[in-house]
């Protein structure tokens, strides 16, 4: 196509660079005065802004400086989130997050509460546009217009939410994207350092463990796993300097009696295949028998899931060394994410944003079309986000799904055209 020809199509467009820069500086703008008034209007600290999830890690953080041994105590996370949030009226959160990322937390319990949650907020929002970075970086090359995904991703409802709320979700995507981006290297410096990004991302172990299982069944198995050894090892140490040598028995306690809790108070926040099946059957009110048994078909649909990926990478480990054989091992590495999402068994909507990475290689936003489709289907995310609380069976899985098998289909189809 002829420069000419450009400059009569880019003429013809609603959404021109310019437009879509006006209308993103905007929503940054609207974005940035929204957090003002509600910190400064809310006096009950009651919102996401000044509360939301973030008294467990607040909480965390004292208890690792000064009292490390009651980490896990209900009682003690509950006495500290109450004095600093009163608001909170006996309730609270608990941290269940493995004592390593207490103390990297611990630093800021020498902040109060709200400083702290500033400080915190202020990191999450550095690594979603840190993410923006890796993603339109010309090693990836995902993404033309980086200031325009970094927009999309903010306003995508259940990242907007999770950040709001003192989640941690846009470091869960830093640790992705970087994933992908040395993995794209195709080196063995960039697998160790691939790997280094997938060991960071412990501090999510559930998350993590899926694409380290399937980077291990690749041809680079050996440099991954000594770039995930290395943050790895130190995680270790710093739970130990903790908790002692065996503080992996007493985090499993307390999880596992978290977790049960936490499923029935938040489930119908949650998007993980296993989760949306069991809410459903369990609304329904199917037998215990037949509850079993379809509780056993998730996890072979898990299974399969898992056997189609692992087929994806075993069969690119028998390429020879060029173009194809990379890009396929990229098609292998976006799948992931959306992967994570579906298969882990502990995902909430805001972990959705996993999804946002891959998706951003697929979707081209210099066309009209893909860009109004997109305006509708951020409009319907953040007005779901927005009342999941009215909803048993949270309709946001469908994305997360839908990636997947966009994804998927995007990689077999690759693989049988050639």
């Excluded at 907007?160 to 040395?182: E, H, K, P």
């Excluded at 291990?216 to 770039?227: K, P």
């Excluded at 292998?332 to 068994?345: D, H, N, Q, T």
Aim: glycine residues 6%; positive net charge; aromatic residues 16%.
């Amino acid at each position: 196509m002829s420069a000419l020809s450009e400059i009569a199509m880019s003429e013809k467009r609603f959404w021109t660079k310019g437009r879509l820069a006006r209308i993103c500086v905007c929503l940054l703008i609207g974005f940035f005065l929204a957090l003002f008034i509600a910190h400064y209007a809310d006096r009950t600290k009651t919102t996401s802004i000044t509360r939301g999830d973030f008294p467990a890690f607040y909480a965390a953080a004292v208890l690792a400086k000064y009292d490390a041994k009651n980490l896990y105590d209900a009682s003690a996370q509950q006495k500290i989130e109450n004095h600093y949030w009163p608001s909170l009226s006996g309730s609270y959160y608990f941290f269940s997050y493995p004592p390593y990322v207490a103390v990297i937390l611990s630093p800021l319990a020498k902040l109060n509460a709200h400083q702290a949650k500033a400080v915190y907020f202020a990191i999450m929002f550095v690594a979603l546009i840190a993410s923006t970075y890796l993603v339109s970086s010309p090693q990836l090359n995902f993404t033309r217009a980086p200031f325009v995904t970094f927009t999309v991703f903010l306003f995508f409802g259940p990242v907007l939410s999770g950040l709001a709320a003192g989640q941690n979700i846009t470091l869960s995507m830093l640790c992705y994207v970087g994933f992908l981006y040395f993995w794209s290297l195709d080196s063995k410096r960039g697998s160790i350092l691939a790997g280094l990004c997938l060991g960071l991302w412990m501090f999510k172990p559930h998350f993590a463990l899926l694409p380290l299982f399937f980077s291990l069944l690749s041809r680079r198995r050996a440099s991954i796993a000594l770039g995930a050894m290395i943050p790895a090892i130190f995680y270790y140490a710093l739970a130990a300097s903790l908790s002692g040598f065996y503080w992996p028995v007493s985090w499993l306690n307390a999880v596992s009696d978290f977790a049960a809790k936490d499923y029935i108070a938040n489930r119908h926040q949650m998007v993980s295949l296993f989760s949306i099946i069991d809410i459903f059957v369990t609304s329904i009110g199917f037998e215990s028998d037949f509850h079993s048994f379809l509780k056993i078909l998730s996890a072979v649909m898990a299974l399969l899931l898992v056997a189609l990926v692992g087929k994806l990478v075993l069969r690119a480990n028998g390429l020879e060394a060029g173009r194809e054989r990379s890009e396929r091992e990229m098609d292998i590495a976006c799948l992931l994410g959306p992967a994570v999402v579906i298969l882990s068994p502990h995902v909430l909507y805001y972990d959705l944003g996993l999804c946002l990475i891959p998706l951003s290689r697929s979707v081209d936003l210099r066309d009209d079309r893909n860009i109004n489709l997109l305006i509708l289907l951020w409009a319907l995310m953040l007005t779901l986000s927005m009342t999941r609380e009215f909803f048993s069976i949270q309709p946001m899985f469908l994305f997360g799904l839908g990636s997947f098998i966009f994804l998927c289909k995007r990689a077999y189809r690759k693989r049988f055209n050639s």
